[in-house]
């Protein structure tokens, strides 16, 4: 059985509050963990059914349940999430290999809430009630664990989070009831990092900008592609400037002289060298 999780609106930055708790983001993805009649199924948080890539989590609970998580893994060197190490874990579809990186890129399901258990829908519960019950869960492995969270002091975890250089906070309100939809209730604050690029072309079809970093030698090389951030303003005056800085085209992109700067915040840097995620925040002059 799936449940179209609850998802998080966008705080503005770090807040306290006495009516919330706060727990770390986890930088995973996101699974609904359904267990009927003693039979185990993961979905992610569109309803695509991803059991069979995380053989390490299928082990039941003493009862059947419905638990909201994210699955994660760990860079050994570093402690934190590896979110590419879990697109790769489920990303990857024989078998044989899944095995394999059961024992060496392992999957944790951080579990932060609980839907249905022992036959009771506890959605209408407040979310205190339904942190109680999930807290006296006995959990079936090493591979489980339970999100942790504090009352109150948002702003302390976010300071604690920023320096160790994890996602960020997500703030919830105790008294929240779980829908499956966007909501206020819980909110989430990313730890954003900053990188200034240089706009190199433009998608012709949907929204795009493509974005370009000096390498260690100075010449730029491609970092991604910017889909978010630009309001009408800003894409108003690119539009302006652009049109004089075309160099060349292609069926799918308009390329443009290196002349246009922007400062984007992004989750991270990939492995291969590329902004995670970038969102325009502002031109630079």
Same mark, same amino acid.
């Given at each position: ?15 306290? +509050? ?12 996101? &699974? ?9 199924? !993961? ?13 390490? *989590?299928?082990?039941? $609970? ?16 570093? #402690? ?37 258990? @022992?036959? @009771?829908?506890?959605?209408? *519960? ?7 019950? &999930? +807290? ?10 339970? %999100? ?8 302390? !975890? ?17 008294? =929240? @009831?779980? %829908? ?16 200034? %690029?240089?706009?190199? #072309?433009?998608?012709?079809?949907? $929204? ?8 260690? =030698?100075?010449? &730029? ?16 005056? $690119? ?39 970038p969102v325009f925040d502002q031109f630079i002059v």
């Open positions: 059985m799936f449940i179209s999780p609850m998802l998080l609106a966008t705080a503005p930055g770090p807040f306290s +509050h006495s009516n919330f708790i706060y727990e770390p983001k986890v930088d995973g993805h996101r &699974l609904i963990y359904s267990q009927q009649s003693a039979n185990v199924r !993961l979905y992610t948080r569109h309803n695509n059914d991803c059991t069979r890539q995380y053989p390490e *989590l299928l082990l039941p $609970f003493d009862s059947d349940l419905i638990l909201d998580g994210e699955v994660a893994c760990t860079d050994p060197e570093t #402690g934190l999430n590896d979110f590419e190490a879990v697109m790769s874990r489920f990303s990857t579809k024989q078998a044989i290999k899944i095995t394999q990186l059961t024992k060496t890129l392992p999957a944790t399901f951080a579990i932060f809430d609980i839907l249905f258990y @022992q036959g @009771q829908d506890l959605r209408k *519960l407040p979310l205190m009630e339904r942190k109680m019950i &999930l +807290h006296s869960l006995s959990l079936p492995s090493f591979n489980f664990g339970v %999100v942790p969270h504090i009352e109150g002091a948002g702003e302390d !975890l976010y300071a604690q989070i920023e320096a160790m250089g994890m996602e960020g906070v997500v703030g919830k309100r105790k008294d =929240s @009831q779980y %829908v499956s939809r966007r909501s206020k209730d819980w909110q989430k604050i990313i730890n954003w990092s900053y990188a200034d %690029v240089y706009i190199t #072309g433009y998608r012709k079809t949907e $929204f795009g900008w493509l974005a370009a970093v000096p390498d260690l =030698s100075g010449r &730029l090389r491609p970092a991604g592609i910017i889909e978010h951030g630009p309001n009408q303003k800003h894409k108003l005056a $690119f539009r302006g400037v652009c049109q004089q800085l075309v160099t060349g085209q292609d069926n799918d992109y308009v390329y443009l002289e290196p002349k246009i700067q922007a400062r984007v915040k992004m989750r991270n840097w990939t492995k291969s060298g590329l902004l995670r995620i």
